[in-house]
């Protein structure tokens, strides 16, 4: 197995970020709050295409399919113009 140079650096949260990590952890769903944070992130970059975390099949996928495609911006469908009512 290859190694790969970690470095430590922190970030401050809010008790709501808190919260959810933890209850993350206690429903066993991650180890440890940074293994969440390492899991969010990597859903993040594989999202914005970010290699090498961006692959053909990411979690993300059915994300972008929900919003029309990679980064697009969603547009309003327009509504169909109804016919003015002839007044009498």
């Not at 970030?11 to 709050?33: C, N, Q, S």
């Not at 692959?55 to 309003?76: M, N």
Request: proline share 7%; glycine share 4%.
């Amino acid at each position: 197995m290859m190694s790969v140079e970690k470095k430590r650096w922190s970030v401050t949260l809010t008790k709501p970020y808190l919260d959810a990590l933890d209850r993350l952890v206690t429903e066993g769903i991650y180890m440890d709050r940074g293994s969440a944070i390492r899991a969010a992130l990597r859903l993040l970059f594989a999202f914005h295409d970010i290699p090498p975390f961006a692959r053909a099949r990411s979690p993300c996928d059915q994300v972008k399919l929900e919003r029309g495609g990679k980064r697009e911006k969603e547009e309003k469908p327009k509504e169909e113009e109804k016919p003015k009512e002839e007044e009498k």
